[in-house]
C-alpha cells in the first residue's frame, strides 16, 4: 500500500492558477501510475488527469484539457497537477491516486491507494 498526501489546494479567482501535490511513501523504489480526480458536492468522483511511471504516457478527461497539466518527479516521489484558466466549475475536492500498474489508468477502479484529497475552490 501506497501513502498519499495531497497539498497545494485552496481558493482562488475564476481565470487564476494553481499546483496541486501529491507526495507518495510506503513503498521504496515502487513503480505505478499516478491518477488525479476530482468530487464537487453532489457529484460523483470524476477522472482528471493520469500520467505513467516514466511520464511519457499522459491522459487529461476533456473538461481540463489545455488548462490542466499533470507532471511527476520520481526522485521526490511526488505528482503535480497545475492547474490554470479555472473555471468557478473546477471547484472540487482533488485526489490523488497510485496503481500498481505502471501506465495511466483514467478509470477508478486501476487504482488501489488513495489521498484524502485537497480541495479546491474558485470564485467568481
Known amino acids: 500500500q501506497v501513502q498519499l498526501v495531497?497539498?497545494?489546494g485552496g481558493l482562488?479567482?475564476?481565470g487564476g492558477s494553481l499546483r496541486v501535490s501529491c507526495a507518495a511513501s510506503g513503498r521504496p523504489?515502487?513503480?505505478f501510475g499516478m491518477g488525479w480526480f476530482r468530487q464537487?458536492?453532489?457529484k460523483e468522483r470524476e477522472f482528471v488527469a493520469a500520467i505513467s511511471w516514466s511520464g511519457r504516457?499522459?491522459?487529461s478527461a476533456d473538461s481540463v484539457k489545455g488548462r490542466f497539466t499533470i507532471s511527476r518527479d520520481n526522485a521526490?516521489?511526488?505528482v503535480y497537477l497545475q492547474m490554470s484558466s479555472l473555471r468557478l466549475e473546477d471547484t472540487a475536492l482533488y485526489f490523488c491516486a497510485?496503481?500498481?500498474g505502471s501506465l495511466a489508468y483514467t478509470q477508478?477502479?486501476?487504482y488501489t491507494s488513495w489521498g484524502q484529497g485537497t480541495q479546491v475552490t474558485v470564485s467568481s
Do not use: C, D, F, M
Open 98 to 100: 497510485a496503481s500498481p
Open 108 to 110: 477508478a477502479r486501476a
Open 12 to 14: 482562488v479567482q475564476a
Open 6 to 8: 495531497e497539498s497545494g
Open 40 to 42: 464537487a458536492p453532489g
Open 57 to 59: 504516457l499522459v491522459y
Open 76 to 78: 521526490k516521489n511526488t
Open 29 to 31: 523504489g515502487s513503480i
